[in-house]
């Protein structure tokens, strides 16, 4: 009976204390669920006070804006009458949209004289883009090593009626046709050329982008001129900058109508390169004088002669040379004496001429007979001044062996 009695006890005594826990649960998850449901009030609080500030901000950012594009707007018009002394209503042909370079080009033409007159046509042709850093964050390039070209936006920097053209445009006797070397001399309107001769002395080219390090972009197949200020670089994309379809003049389709027949190097040129080379590789793009032999090889291929120097090869000081340009070379027959040097032309004791080209600060004698023949004597280093620049090929082999 006793045993009995103790079981009931026993039994009551777990059922008491299954209720008890089972009671103790369901308060734990009501508080639990409470706490919860504040917590998410708190937040969804949180998140509508953090949307509103976020909208708030976002207006007020657009508010801004938009007062400086009215700001702007007053400035140029008060900037526009005031030019033309108030009478005249101001128009947007008066308006004035100042620009700054945002890096400048160290290459491998030392001058305009042998300067591709377009992008891409000597495939060795390097320079480096060195861009400010005052200007342009390191975060600026990030990705474009992704794009194989990039198109570069720059200054005519070196064209003789600059100066006129910016600081006396009603003097600078800007010129409506100008001779184009595909015609022989005939003429064509300036816009329809490439001429760097233009309204706004802006050019636009394509490079192949090779590495970049820093603030600096290795850059091939350029057509830029030692000291080229750039303003704008942008990707090039095929799907949009390629046009299927697209036509040009018929005069644009003679092949190779500026191209030599042959180029090839005498028995000293080689000797006289590897001298050069000593004192000079340790500023050059290029990995060793074979390398620049092919540089030269490849930029000779193109008849760099201008125009004057075609028709008057045996005077001392010649017509303009090529340009540092993507943009068509025109010769408007204008004389440059800042190219007196790399234009001139020196009669031989054979009564033939002995044309320079600066490449890299080397100075590259070459002949050209009347079949467009070739012959490259010897290579001096330059007495012109050169840009320093600690950019050289060792400085990017590594890079490129990384993109290879």
Known sequence: MANSEDFRWVRISTVALAIVTAAISVAAAFVSASISRRKSRRLAFRVRELEASLAAALEKGASERRGRVRAQQALRKALAQQSNDGPKKASSSSFSYPMAPIGTVQSCFSTRNGTPRQPLLVPLARACLVLDPSRVPPEALEGLADYSHCWI????H???DIDKLWNEPSRSKFKAKVRVPRLKGGKMGV???RSPHRPCPIGLTVAKVEALDGHAILLSGVDLVDGTPVLDIKPYLPYSDSIDGATVPEWLKVENSLAVASVSFSADCSSSLSSCWIKAENQSL???????????????SWDIRSLSQKSR???VFLGNASHNTLEELVDDGVGDPHDAFTEKALSSSHGDITYHLILEGFDVSYRIDDSSNIMVEKVDLASIARNQSHYNYLMWRDKLKQQK
């Not at 936006?153 to 005519?156: A, D, E, Q």
């Not at 290029?286 to 000779?300: C, H, M, N, R």
């Open 191 to 193: 816009l329809s050329t």
């Open 286 to 300: 290029y990995a060793s004088p074979d390398e620049f032999q092919s540089l030269i090889k490849e930029v000779l």
């Open 158 to 160: 070196l064209n003789t």
């Open 153 to 156: 936006l720059y200054v005519f």
């Open 313 to 315: 090869p045996h005077h």
